[in-house]
T-cell receptor, first 115, second 112 residues
Framework: DAGVIQSPRHEVTEMGQEVTLRCKPI?????LFWYRQTMMRGLELLIY????????DSGMPEDRFSAKMPNASFSTLKIQPSEPRDSAVYFC?????????????FGDGTRLSIL | GNSVTQMEGPVTLSEEAFLTINCTYT??????LFWYVQYPGEGLQLLLK?????DKGSNKGFEATYRKETTSFHLEKGSVQVSDSAVYFC???????????FGKGITLSVRP
């Protein structure tokens, strides 16, 4: 079975540029989560969706960050304009539902470097 | 609020040694508990889970028992291998519309 698919795997860009990260959740999963991982702050939840609707975006660091889920099989995380402190590994995860017994399944991440 | 506390790392062991990684939690209600593993350069993978008190989750030789009385979910393996070298995260989910609450993670290195 296909897992969570993220693209690109690596992104290097200059500060000020727009960055778009993409995620395809596991088919049939209704919940989708975006995380950021850094050495300093560990794993942080940025935003999550249920049935394509954003449920909690309190982890989004600033207005420069936005996320959309136009349909059940696709989500984007956008940073505009990007800054060097946004450099991190960004993970997408999906879950069958928000019911607590269901685990989240993670993609391999996008390693983002802002120069 | 919900929280997960993991023992401080890193942990270095010799191959075939016994492993225990401690995890305790604070949660409202009755959470589900998870262990995730992250190998270098990869995403987090679900290692095992337990959804109610006294449940034992197991996978790949790893085990963890949901202990409600001590609010713990310690990870154990009887004989570690070099290939077990990774970062291990304890996590919980509690309540409706719940998100995962992660511990800080602990790095395990296994020497040949």
């Amino acid at each position: 079975d296909a897992g969570v698919i993220q693209s690109p795997r690596h992104e290097v860009t200059e500060m000020g540029q727009e960055v778009t990260l993409r995620c395809k959740p596991i088919s049939g999963h209704n919940s989708l989560f975006w995380y950021r991982q850094t050495m300093m702050r560990g794993l942080e939840l940025l935003i999550y969706f249920n049935n394509n609707v954003p449920i909690d975006d309190s982890g989004m660091p600033e207005d420069r960050f936005s996320a959309k889920m136009p349909n059940a099989s696709f989500s984007t995380l956008k940073i505009q304009p990007s800054e060097p402190r946004d450099s991190a590994v960004y993970f997408c995860a999906s879950s069958l539902s928000l019911e607590k017994t269901w685990p989240q399944h993670f993609g391999d991440g996008t390693r983002l470097s802002i120069l | 609020g919900n929280s997960v506390t993991q023992m401080e790392g890193p942990v270095t062991l010799s191959e075939e040694a016994f492993l225990t990684i401690n995890c305790t939690y604070t949660a409202t209600g009755y959470p589900s508990l998870f262990w995730y593993v992250q190998y270098p350069g990869e995403g987090l993978q679900l290692l095992l889970k337990a959804t109610k008190a006294d449940d034992k989750g197991s996978n790949k030789g790893f085990e963890a028992t949901y202990r409600k009385e001590t609010t713990s979910f310690h990870l154990e393996k009887g004989s570690v291998q070099v290939s077990d070298s990774a970062v291990y995260f304890c996590a919980l989910r509690a309540g409706a519309n719940s998100k995962l609450t992660f511990g800080k993670g602990i790095t395990l290195s296994v020497r040949p």
